[in-house]
């Protein structure tokens, strides 16, 4: 399942939804056709309790219908709710409108029956009147509750949309070193652009198809950049969300001076994420291939093979060997120049199908699993 927070509905504020409700109310009022004067206002007065009321129980139904119920949502996005706006406020929000449904019909079942047992149309009138009144004061006091939604609404559209039954892969590395290009390299199409609560860097959700299986790539900026004593609860509640997905790491090291990190606090940078995200598989990629003062002896051979598959599609069951970089010895690519990109995803798809073998809590597919 994948939650996309993009299509959250927007929610109006408490006076909108009066507005509409009456307004609502009004032309249902207007619509009454009754030679009888008594009938005539007896009909209007009951349409308009009834309407408003409706209108504004439905309104709110259809929020709360909306908005994802975090018992049903993967540990993924649950933690990331906690993160961005708290689970607690979350469900109590939803829950006063719940309430204000509830209670805004009950207050129409009270009134219309008023309306219905007077001959009196000053009687109709008032009872109609003191239901316009007590609907308005519930609508109110829900209106924190609309003004806590609209705001989230904000924060949870910008969170990455992570489906947990594909693959994912975690990039994480310092500011700078190419994240995000190498993640929009390895991705086919145009990289979802997210965020995360608490930093205002944009963050990429790219995805590739390798045997008809889509893995997914996932940013960190902001996140695992940077050392952990800087850190403030939310951004570990963060992190430790990203304890949910995937079950691969790619530290991206970038020893090229261009980053304004330097090599030695990237490895401790490095030791850190280790600690952060226990149990995951983690390999350490060079970025910048390009910026290399020595480069693999293979790279034009490499390069030529790689664009020849780009052109022609790659055979199958075809192999690639992966770009080393001599100076750490570690595999590496270029983003800028497409360089060691198809050996990159073919062995991010290899790791992931390793993974899946030796992972002890894996279950066949449509393996019946508790919630
Ligand atoms: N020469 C070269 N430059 C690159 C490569 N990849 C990224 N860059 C450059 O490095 C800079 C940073 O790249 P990003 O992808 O934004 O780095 P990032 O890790 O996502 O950075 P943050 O999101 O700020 O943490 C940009 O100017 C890129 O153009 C590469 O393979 N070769
Ligand atoms: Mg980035």
């Known amino acids: ?157 910008r969170l990455p949309s992570i489906d947990q039954n594909e693959p994912c892969v975690v990039v994480a590395g310092a500011p700078n070193v190419g994240k995000s290009a190498l993640i929009a390299a390895l991705s086919t199409g145009k990289p979802e652009v997210a965020g995360y609560p608490f930093t205002t860097k944009q963050l990429h959700v790219g995805h590739f198809v390798h045997r008809r299986l889509r893995h997914q790539l996932v940013d960190t900026p902001g996140l695992l950049d940077r050392p952990m004593g800087k850190r403030n609860q939310i951004e570990m509640q963060a992190i430790a969300a990203l ?9 991206l090291f970038d020893p090229s001076d261009t980053s304004g990190t330097t090599p030695e606090e990237q490895m401790n940078l490095l030791e850190e994420v280790k600690e952060l995200l226990p149990g995951k598989e983690l390999i350490i990629i060079r970025s910048k291939a390009d910026l290399a003062k020595e480069v693999d002896p293979n790279w034009d051979t490499i390069k030529l093979a790689e664009s020849q598959w780009v052109e022609d599609g790659r055979p199958a069951d075809s192999t690639m060997p992966l770009l080393i970089d001599p100076e750490t010895g570690h595999p590496t690519a270029s983003a800028t120049e497409n360089v060691g990109l198809e050996a990159l995803r073919l062995e ?12 002890p809590l894996s279950l066949p597919d449509n393996w019946h699993r508790r919630q």
């Open 1 to 157: 399942m994948k939650i996309v927070w993009k299509s959250l509905a927007t929610v109006l504020f408490a006076d909108e939804v009066l507005d509409k409700a009456f307004s609502r109310a009004t032309k249902a009022a207007n619509r009454v056709e009754d030679p009888n004067k008594i009938f005539r206002h007896r009909k209007q007065m009951t349409r308009m309790v009834q309407t408003a009321a409706d209108v504004i129980a439905e309104t709110f139904t259809e929020w709360v219908n909306a908005w994802p119920s975090l018992n049903n949502l993967p540990q993924f996005d649950e933690a990331m709710v906690e993160a961005a706006v708290g689970t607690d406020d979350y469900r109590h929000h939803l829950s006063m409108l719940q309430w204000g449904g509830k209670q805004v019909r009950n207050i129409a079942t009270q009134n219309t029956r008023k309306i219905i047992r007077t001959a009196r149309i000053e009687i109709m009138h008032i009872a109609r009147r003191e239901a316009y009144g007590r609907i308005s004061s519930i609508v109110r006091q829900v209106g924190p509750s609309l003004k806590w939604l609209n705001d989230a609404r904000e924060i949870l559209r």
């Open 243 to 251: 304890q949910h997905i995937g079950s691969i790491v790619i530290f």
């Open 348 to 359: 991010i798809a290899n790791l992931v199908d390793d993974s899946k073998e030796n992972d």
